[in-house]
């Protein structure tokens, strides 16, 4: 594993993706991880420590420039791919061990988010594990910008550096009624409420996520 000081972009895991990968106990049996928004591989540098072979796709080419960096120097097999999810999802062969999409799906439309679960569910082993993070209605960002779909806006402020982008925000139980009818109900399944308060752009945002993971 690199030292922390020659990675870069993000070079932590998502906290809720380490609680996951120990508690479902992936250290004991690796495996094949896809992730949807991978950025610069903070979570897939996890699982590659733990000797799986990682897949990750991500629309930034500077963000995947970052990952290949970061998860080089492995035996382990790497697999990077860019391309927009809101359009589309790479071709696969093969099916995966585990699924992940922290903190990406919110930033497509409702439509296309259904349908990469449906391929989710394809690409998923039985008794795979599958992870969501997403934002709920109860984020500070619900509301601040121009609506173009049922609770998803383009964001007008600045202070997220996040101005200009689409937002979509879900119940925790819509939520799971798409995931039941996409993929199937997840056995095993945990559902945690993540609240927390962030300096950002002079003020203090409160952000309010789902964590969602079972087993398919």
């Known amino acids: 594993m690199q030292p922390l000081s020659s990675l870069r972009g993000m070079r932590f895991p998502d906290e809720y993706i380490i609680r996951m990968f120990f508690k479902e106990e992936l250290h004991l049996s690796p ?33 995947l420039a970052d990952a290949r960096h970061n998860l080089a120097g492995s035996s382990e097999t790497v697999n990077l791919y860019q391309a927009d999810l ?10 995966f061990d585990a ?10 439309p409702r439509s296309s ?26 984020d500070w960002r619900c509301g601040r910008g121009r609506e173009v779909e049922r609770n998803g806006f383009i964001l007008e402020r600045a202070e997220t550096g996040e101005k200009g982008l689409l937002n979509v925000f879900y119940r925790v139980d819509e ?19 993540v609240r927390y308060e962030n300096p950002q752009g002079g003020g203090i945002i409160a952000n309010d996520d789902v964590v969602i993971w079972g087993r398919r």
Not at 99 to 108: D, V
Not at 113 to 137: A, P, Y
Not at 175 to 192: A, C, F, K, P
Request: charged residues 20%.
């Open 86 to 95: 809101a359009q589309d999802m790479p071709e696969f062969s093969g099916e």
């Open 99 to 108: 699924i992940i999409l922290p903190s990406f799906n919110y930033y497509i």
């Open 175 to 193: 939520l799971i009624d798409i995931i039941t009818v996409s993929m199937g109900e997840l056995h095993n399944r945990q559902i945690l409420k």
């Open 113 to 138: 988010f259904q349908n990469l679960l449906g391929d989710c569910g394809r690409l998923l082993k039985k008794d795979g594990v599958f992870f969501l993070r997403s934002r709920t209605l109860e």
């Open 31 to 63: 495996g094949r991880v896809l992730e949807l928004g991978c950025g610069s591989g903070n979570n897939l540098l996890l699982f590659q420590e733990f000797g799986w072979q990682v897949f990750g796709i991500d629309i930034s080419s500077e963000s």
